[in-house]
């Protein structure tokens, strides 16, 4: 067994593991992140590819409306390479779709994101594919983004300030010594080398996975976990991310990424993020709801599918019978010393990928607030390194 030391471990080579080891980094904390697969290799490489205007949960959850659109402004910043400026569209297509507008439009109003309403004919000649039964359309600051680009130019930036990451290489323990995390034991999975890494904080940034490495530290993280599907077709009739104009539901979006168009998503509740499969109901679900958009998606070719795991955390206050698609989109840091008495322990899920970057200034100013660190949060302030 090889022995490391370090500051801070982050367990996680997602979105968040990657913003929260640059963010780490760029304050001068030595820091280490171990990830069990690739980086991405969770849900962040599986996502819908939508960099959100926040426009979605505007009515619903105007907090994680307002995180995505400040999120929005400042990735395009920081991480152009990572982002299509795609613009989007919210349609409607129905008496209730236009019933939902004017709150839409207000909610996004409400939380600072620039709308304007169109009517379905200006809407048909800037997207000729649209259907032609739509009445109106809301014009959001939608984008798409690379969740490769991004995670790999979060960990290229933070090794250029000195951190380390060691991929394919899974923790398998939480070390304790009474109340206090200690470190990691971690294996290396193509080598099966074993590593004890000592740090004064472990960083727990592993998405869906976030209750099961609690578990490794003897900590319960109530997640209420579903998965989601999403189709790729094989070309791009649509310029924009074209949006349902209702309250959130399956088979609402079209995301333009590259060439192709991904329809999205379903929601299906789950308990084991490694344990779930692709029915052909969502694929069907999603042809149809968004072929109401976009009719020609009912001939187009199937490239591929696939799905993801939503690391939605369920505060115990919430626990109960709403519906899973009001959980909070929102993010949460619990530190573990101030919830559970364990201290060197610090969690960061829920959230999404487009405010990757404000969950890591969060949870490293709590780490910079234990450790007695006064370093500010510039990663706002730094463009990312091409990845
Ligand atoms: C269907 C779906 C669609 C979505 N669409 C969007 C969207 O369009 N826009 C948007 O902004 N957000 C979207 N999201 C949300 C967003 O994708 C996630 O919030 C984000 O990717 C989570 O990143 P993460 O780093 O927290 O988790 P992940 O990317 O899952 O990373 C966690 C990592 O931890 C690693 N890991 C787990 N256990 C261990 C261990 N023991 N040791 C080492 N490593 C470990 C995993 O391998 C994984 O790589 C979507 C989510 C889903 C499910």
């Known amino acids: 067994m090889k022995t490391l030391e370090t500051q801070v471990v982050v367990i996680g080579g997602g979105a968040t593991g990657t913003a929260?080891?640059?963010?780490?980094?760029?304050?001068?904390?030595?820091?280490?992140?171990?990830?069990?697969?690739?980086?991405?290799?969770?849900?962040?490489?599986?996502?819908?590819?939508?960099?959100?205007?926040?426009?979605?949960?505007?009515?619903?959850?105007?907090?994680?409306?307002?995180?995505?659109?400040?999120?929005?402004?400042?990735?395009?910043?920081?991480?152009?390479q990572a982002i299509e400026d795609t613009g989007g569209f919210f349609v409607a297509l129905t008496d209730a779709d236009e019933a939902f507008l004017p709150r839409l439009v207000e909610g996004c109003q409400r939380?600072?994101?620039?709308?304007?309403?169109?009517?379905?004919?200006?809407?048909?000649?800037?997207?000729?594919?649209?259907?032609?039964?739509?009445?109106?359309?809301?014009?959001?600051?939608?984008?798409?983004?690379?969740?490769?680009?991004?995670?790999?130019?979060?960990?290229?930036?933070?090794?250029?300030?000195?951190?380390?990451?060691?991929?394919?290489?899974?923790?398998?323990?939480?070390?304790?010594?009474?109340?206090?995390?200690?470190?990691?034991?971690?294996?290396?999975?193509?080598?099966?080398?074993?590593?004890?890494?000592?740090?004064?904080?472990?960083?727990?940034?592993?998405?869906?996975?976030?209750?099961?490495?609690?578990?490794?530290?003897?900590?319960?993280?109530?997640?209420?976990?579903?998965?989601?599907?999403?189709?790729?077709?094989?070309?791009?009739?649509?310029?924009?991310?074209?949006?349902?104009?209702?309250?959130?539901?399956?088979?609402?979006?079209?995301?333009?990424?590259?060439?192709?168009?991904?329809?999205?998503?379903?929601?299906?509740?789950?308990?084991?993020?490694?344990?779930?499969c692709i029915q052909e109901w969502e694929i069907d679900l999603l042809l149809d709801e968004c072929a109401q958009m976009v009719p020609i998606v009912e001939d187009m070719n199937i490239q591929r599918y696939y799905a993801a795991v939503r690391p939605l955390y369920k505060p115990p206050q919430t626990a109960g019978e709403e519906e899973r698609r009001e959980v909070s989109r929102a993010f949460y840091v619990l530190d573990h010393e101030q919830l559970n008495g364990i201290g060197g322990f610090i969690t960061i899920t829920g959230g999404k990928l487009t405010t990757c970057r404000l969950m890591a200034e969060k949870t490293v100013d709590l780490v910079c607030a234990k450790m007695g660190i006064s370093v500010p949060c510039r990663t706002h302030l730094e463009p990312l390194p091409p990845a």
């Open 20 to 80: 929260v080891l640059r963010d780490l980094a760029m304050r001068g904390i030595q820091a280490l992140l171990l990830e069990r697969g690739n980086l991405a290799s969770g849900t962040s490489g599986n996502f819908h590819g939508l960099l959100h205007s926040g426009a979605r949960y505007a009515v619903k959850d105007p907090p994680a409306a307002e995180e995505c659109i400040v999120e929005n402004r400042i990735l395009r910043q920081i991480a152009p």
């Open 111 to 276: 939380v600072g994101i620039p709308v304007e309403v169109i009517s379905g004919s200006e809407a048909l000649r800037e997207e000729p594919a649209l259907s032609p039964q739509v009445r109106q359309a809301v014009v959001i600051p939608d984008g798409s983004v690379d969740g490769w680009t991004l995670c790999i130019g979060s960990v290229k930036a933070a090794k250029e300030y000195g951190a380390q990451a060691m991929l394919y290489t899974m923790v398998t323990e939480i070390l304790r010594k009474g109340d206090r995390v200690i470190g990691v034991r971690a294996v290396d999975q193509t080598s099966g080398d074993e590593y004890l890494v000592r740090a004064e904080y472990v960083v727990n940034a592993t998405g869906p996975w976030t209750e099961k490495t609690a578990r490794l530290a003897g900590i319960e993280v109530p997640m209420a976990l579903d998965y989601g599907t999403m189709v790729v077709l094989d070309s791009r009739p649509v310029r924009r991310a074209i949006n349902r104009c209702r309250p959130p539901a399956d088979g609402d979006i079209i995301v333009p990424v590259g060439t192709t168009i991904v329809l999205g998503t379903t929601s299906v509740p789950i308990q084991d993020p490694d344990d779930f």
